[in-house]
Every structure is written in structure tokens, then in C-alpha cells.
């Protein structure tokens, strides 16, 4: 009979490592967190917290203050491994895993027989028995699914995340998991710890469909969404107002059009399809196209707002949110991010950000001439334009009388009811 999980190790304390390591430490597991960043793991042990999501800096507080929850930049041998590490893309489109690569290295030397190990990255499909083959390489006196279990037999499972920034906590604990196994005894084994807190369903299959279900889910809403962006592309060349559009067609019964943005972003919906792509490439010409339209859905906004600018002299641009959706500091992929980092070059105006969660600029706007971070208020006094791109709370309950002498461009449809001073 198998020993129960006491320890978890979870590698990677992002949007997902952080808020799973510190649900487990409140359900009584003794978790040790592992990150490279030494800042991280610094504010981490202080009980504190380097991302915006609701309860969780009262859960890490907790769950460190009772010592459930311990973080260092290395791991230790424990009972479960749990891999929740990034997994880019490269330029050419490609999955980077050279994360996932670096855990599973820095885990072979502590693995001990009948531990268990769950990679809940989202991944291409094959990447759960890569894992093991390279556990296999490093650690040959251990037995690895699927050849036959014995004493010192390692359990490896894929287990993908399913939850929304900003409701990270909530989700973590109600939706369904998947939960995919190289063999049936490691889906069982990972489903063991699930269940530890988990009120959803846990459904065990294959690791493979485990990690396409994971690519699929988000390649759907990926094409829905593009489907959107494209009726809006046409709804500006026909002349035909988008949102008025939407809410009539949605009244059919079996019509449900999204709403239309400025692009996709996040690690998920922006980034998954194209793991389908490069495993398949002749049969995704749907999922490659919608990937297209929506990666070039900033090149729209960043147009619109240069025309404007173009009749100004010395045009001042209000540029409102950088995260990549409503009410969270994730700015992974985030189309605002593209956007006002491309009309910071092509010199359209001097740029005013304003991004309510969070005073840090992300790399790819740090230096950038011509551009500079400030609060809402000041934003509208000193804009001639204002770009709605994150339909924030805070830009949501914009007094719209402020608005009324501006351009304005509602990339969400929030505004509405503020007609632009041009068209």
C-alpha cells in the first residue's frame, strides 16, 4: 500500500505555483516552494506577496506564519513534486522547454521510491514522457512509467491548471481537474492529492489527452474570440457600429458572438494554440489562422490612434491598463503592452500610461522614449486622446464628463454611452 503524501515540493511560484503551494499548506501538508527569482523567495518567507490576486497574500501569510510553507531557491526530497514553471514560446513560435527541463533536473537528485511527480505546466503533447525519460537518465537505479512498478518505482502524472486570474483560489478548489497518468497507478496516485482539496470532479486518462485537453480548451476560445476581432475589422470597413452589431445577432438562440478587444493575451489563450500548431501543422490551418488575427488585432488600435493623433500638433495619449484583462497586474503577452510600446516608436504623441495595479513597467516598456507611467487623474487632464485597453474597474467608473472634450477610443466597448469627439 502506497504511504500517504505528507510533503509537496511545488517548483515555480508564479500565477499558478503560488496559489496551489499555499492552498496545500492549508490542508496540513508541509510545502516547500522553489523559485529562482531570490527576490521571490525572499518576499515569499516574509509572508508576503509578489502578485495581485484576491485572499492569496492571507493564505501565504498563514500558511507561513504556521510554517506550513517554506520557499528556497533549491528543492528538497519530499513525497510529491509538483512542476508549475513557464512554457514560452520562442521566436519562431516554438515551445521553450528549457523550464520545465531545468526542474526536472533540479528534482533527479532528492527523488526516493514512491514519489510521485506532476507536471501542471501547459505543455506540448509528448512532454509529460520527456519528463521522464529525463528523470530515467539521470536516476537509472529508479523504475519510471510505463515499464512494470517495482520497490523503487516513480509515479508521473499531467494535471493541467484550469483557473482565471482573480479567481485563482476559488477555482483552484471547485473546477474539475484532469488528471492524466503514463500509467493508470500514477493518474490514481495524483488524483490521491487532488482530492486533498479539490471539491471538483477528478477525471483520470492518459497523460497525453490530459495535456491536449489543456490546448484544446484554450485553442477554442482562442478562434471565438478571433471569430469577434474579425467581425470588428469588418464592422470598421463597412461602417457599421460592432457593438450594436453583436447585441442584435446575439439575440438569435444559438448565437453567442464574444466581444470583440484588442487582442489576446495571458500565458494561455495567446500562447497554447500555437503548441497544437507545431505538433501538427498540416492539420491546424483553423487554429494557425485564428492565432493570425488575433496577434495582429493591436496593429488595428495602434492605426486608429495614430489617425487621430495626426490632426492634433502635440497630441498627449492616454493609454488606460497594460494588464492583459480586468482587474489583475498579469501582464504575460498582454496586447495593451504591444500597443503602447508600438506607439511609443512610431512617435505618434507623448504616451501617458496608467495601469492601476501595479507601479512596475514591464520589460519591454522600460526606457522607452517618449513615454511615461502616471495616475488616472492626471492622465485625464493632460490627454487630448484616451485609450480605453483594460476595461479596469477603475476606468469603468470613469466620470464620462471628463471625456467629453477627448478623442476616445473604447477598444472593450465599456463607454458606450460616451460618443467619441471624432469619428
Known sequence: MKPDIKTVCVLGLGYVGLPMAAVLASRGLSVLGVDINEQTVTLINQGKVPIVEPDLDILVNAA????????AARPAPADAFIIAVPTPLDAGHKPDLAHVRAATDSIAPVLKAGDLVII?????????EAVASWLKAARPELAFPPAGRRAAYIYIAYSPE???????????????????????ASAERAAGLYRRFVKGECYLTDARTAELVKLAENSYRDVNIAFANEMARVCDRLGVDVWQLLSLANRHPRVD???????????????????IVDSAPAETALIRAARQVNDARPLDVVAKVAAAAARLSRPRIACLGLA????????????????????????????LVVEPHTQRMPPELVGVPRLQQVELDAALDQADIVVLLVDHLAFR???????????????????????????
Open 64 to 71: 507561513v506564519a504556521t510554517g506550513r510553507l517554506k520557499v
Open 120 to 128: 501542471e505546466s501547459t505543455s506540448p503533447v509528448g512532454t509529460t
Open 162 to 184: 484550469r483557473v482565471l486570474p482573480g479567481r485563482i483560489l476559488l477555482e483552484l478548489v471547485e473546477n474539475d481537474r484532469v488528471i492524466g497518468g503514463l500509467d493508470t
Open 257 to 275: 458572438i464574444l466581444k470583440p478587444g484588442p487582442g489576446v493575451g495571458g500565458h494561455c489563450i495567446a500562447v497554447d494554440p500555437w503548441f
Open 324 to 351: 492583459y484583462k480586468a482587474d489583475i497586474d498579469d501582464m504575460r503577452e498582454s496586447p495593451a503592452v504591444k500597443i503602447v510600446r508600438l506607439l511609443a516608436e512610431k512617435a505618434v504623441g507623448e504616451i
Open 397 to 423: 467608473s470613469i466620470d464620462r464628463s471628463r471625456l467629453a472634450e477627448k478623442v476616445v477610443i473604447d477598444t472593450r466597448g465599456t463607454w458606450r454611452d460616451t460618443p467619441p469627439k471624432h469619428a
